[in-house]
């Protein structure tokens, strides 16, 4: 690991002033992503501000019967909140599908949804990676290659996004509230948050330099019944294959985002409308541009295979 300076934030204000200053800055709350990143030496940041002093641990009601999510909120907190278990059980039913009980005991809510991908041609260093090193190529494009990306990809880059917070998120039409370095607040829908790779696959996020995350909102509860299914190679801490959020109404209708299959949670409204048909029609219409490689086509049909069990659950 390359030597650092830290430093602690008693503001919103100093942590990004000292961001701002600072070529090279990282802010870290939990560190469960970062810190393994910076023990390769994939992540190189000169100083680290430490932001778990910042008060954004609160969950609390919105003025429209919506739900404010504190950045700092750990994950374990926010899958047993009883306000997320009644009116968005998809959010807490996909928290509790990631990673393990101690891992989410430390995770945060800003920081699982700025995780970076666990393709393992971005963790071996000897590799070529556009993500960790623009220009220089993408092994994973011709090589091993069954857990990356079938749809949204580019020839710079094929890695998924690995966070199933972040899909359920997107279901729920969540936005990314935030802090820039003028002081100025903005709000990022959910939708327009995380980036493909196109061929910038380093920048990832709609995030400018020294931004601050400093909550997610969630919109007023849709009803109907939630789901959240992950198919992975084994039956705990493993990241996704294929995980399938939904949330369907009694008619039929609903709303469904899948994981393991983008740089980023996959959502097609559009492809929506094709719930009442089933999962044949709806996968069909969310992956009409995929583009699998030599190892993942096997994706699509688990897609509409997980898709057709959470929507014979649904009729259940």
């Not at 910042?54 to 047993?80: Q, S």
């Not at 949330?247 to 409204?269: C, M, N, S």
Request: one cysteine or more.
């Amino acid at each position: 690991m390359k030597s650092f300076s830290y430093e602690r934030a008693s503001s919103p204000a100093q942590a990004i002033a000292a961001a701002a200053r600072t070529p090279g800055a990282r802010f870290i709350a939990g560190g469960t992503n970062l810190l393994d990143l910076m023990k390769l030496e994939i992540e190189t940041p000169a100083h680290l501000i430490d932001v778990n002093g910042l008060g954004f641990e609160r969950i609390e009601p919105t003025d429209d019967g919506g739900l404010r999510i504190g950045a700092l909120v750990r994950n374990t907190d926010l899958a047993a909140h009883a306000t997320v278990r009644r009116d968005y059980a998809v959010l807490s039913r996909a928290l509790l599908a990631g990673a393990s009980g101690q891992l989410r005991n430390k995770a945060t809510t800003a920081g699982n949804l700025l995780q970076r991908t666990r393709c393992p041609y971005f963790y071996d260093t000897q590799m070529a990676c556009n993500k960790r090193q623009p220009g220089s190529g993408c092994t994973a494009i011709g090589g091993v290659n069954r857990q990356h990306a079938i749809v949204g990809t580019s020839d710079a880059c094929i890695a998924t996004h690995p966070s199933d917070m972040a899909v359920a998120m997107r279901v729920l039409d969540a936005a990314v509230e935030t802090m820039r370095p003028d002081g100025t607040r903005r709000t990022i829908p959910i939708a327009d948050f995380h980036r493909l790779p196109g061929r910038t696959p380093q920048v990832e996020s709609a995030l400018a330099r020294g931004e601050l995350i400093t909550s997610v909102r969630l919109p007023a509860p849709v009803g109907g019944r939630h789901f959240y299914a992950k198919v992975r190679d084994r039956a705990s801490y493993a990241f996704a294959l294929v995980s399938v959020a939904a949330i369907v109404q009694r008619d039929g209708t609903g709303r469904v985002a899948l994981g393991g299959v983008a740089h980023k949670p996959w959502r097609i409204e559009a492809a929506e409308r094709e719930l009442p048909r089933g999962a044949g029609a709806v996968t069909a219409a969310l992956l009409a541009d995929a583009r699998p490689s030599e190892h993942n086509a096997f994706k699509v049909t688990l897609v509409e295979r997980t898709l057709d069990a959470v929507l014979a659950d649904a009729r259940s």
